[in-house]
């Protein structure tokens, strides 16, 4: 006979388990907010930054440009940069990203390329580290919602690589945030940069809303006010030399916006991990009190019957 006090004592450790991934759903939940005000507030500098680049565009022909960040050179050593979280609990993300820089690095491999990691995250720095892969520096212990600083460092470090002529080619491998079921990992070319995607205007943001007592993602374009320069603005320095200095900061913007990315990306990876994980507790709490209540009725039958067979008995 089913023992009914284990059953009991496992309902009640469901119940709890229960309590715990719906209590980590909010949370990750009310992080995602966070990630969507700090995309939001910090759009305005992008912009601006975006039109002052659209203006020097019609100054100057950034093909023709000797701008170091710009020259395109014979590709001998990528450094890839890999974007990870520093826990898990979120299904398949950080999964889905380390093989993706896994199979670059193959591929690279391949073609007779070398190549060095600059890894975020403890998730991809131990997995790496473990198999005694390249690593030129790692960042782990980073906020949950990314910060512009944060960004500037790792955005240093890429700099300091590509300006010695340690890599001639950066890519930038990270999850694209896409809905709260759905993520995407990708690869981007960071450095050189390329001209054309200096003045692209493209951009999304993201709005996490209640729908139906359920979390939903609203994805809407943002169009930048892009006009050229007055034709009589004077510049104190050389158009060349602005944009030699707004470089990197452009370079630091778009890493921000990969880190935000990633962070949201993983936030709603682990919101949909710990509501499968409650739907999980829910069908289970329903098997077991069914076989509690079988096991009880069966027990109840038994001792009835057990009472009968004395009174017959006697």
């Not at 050229?228 to 603005?233: Q, S, T, V």
């Amino acid at each position: 006979m089913p023992n009914l006090k284990g059953i009991r004592d496992r309902i009640q450790s469901v119940k709890n388990t229960k309590k715990i991934t719906e209590a980590m759903r909010l949370v990750a939940a009310a992080k995602v907010r966070r990630a969507q005000e700090q995309v939001t507030s910090t759009r305005p500098f992008a912009n601006t930054l975006l039109q002052v680049l659209y203006g020097l565009k019609s100054r100057l022909r950034l093909e023709e440009a000797d701008l170091p960040l710009l020259k395109q050179r014979d590709v001998k050593s990528v450094g890839l940069l890999v974007i990870t979280g520093d826990r898990g609990l979120c299904g398949g993300y950080n999964a889905n990203i380390i093989r993706k820089a896994e199979q670059r690095a193959k591929e690279l491999e391949k073609q007779g390329i070398k190549y060095t990691f600059v890894l975020v995250g403890r998730k991809a720095t131990q997995y790496f580290q473990n198999r005694k892969a390249p690593i030129s520096k790692t960042y782990v212990g980073l906020e949950q919602i990314p910060s512009a600083s944060e960004a500037s460092q790792v955005a240093d470090e890429l700099l300091s690589l590509f300006l010695s002529g340690s890599v001639d080619k950066i890519e930038l491998i990270y999850t694209r945030f896409v809905s709260l079921i759905s993520s995407q990992p990708v690869i981007q070319t960071l450095l050189p940069l390329i001209p054309e995607a200096l003045t692209d205007a493209d951009d999304e943001t993201f709005n996490l809303i209640t729908r139906g007592g359920k979390f939903q993602v609203e994805r809407s374009k943002v169009e930048a006010d892009l006009k050229d320069l007055p034709k009589d603005m004077i510049f104190e320095q050389a158009p060349q030399d602005i944009l030699n200095a707004l470089l990197p900061l452009y370079l630091s913007n778009q890493l921000l916006r990969a880190l935000q990315e990633g962070a949201a990306s993983e936030l709603a990876a682990r919101m949909t991990a710990m509501n499968n994980a409650s739907e999980n507790a829910s069908e289970l709490m329903k098997d077991l009190t069914r076989s509690y209540n079988k096991a009880r009725q069966a027990a109840i039958t038994q001792e009835l019957a057990e009472v009968v067979a004395g009174a017959n008995a006697l």
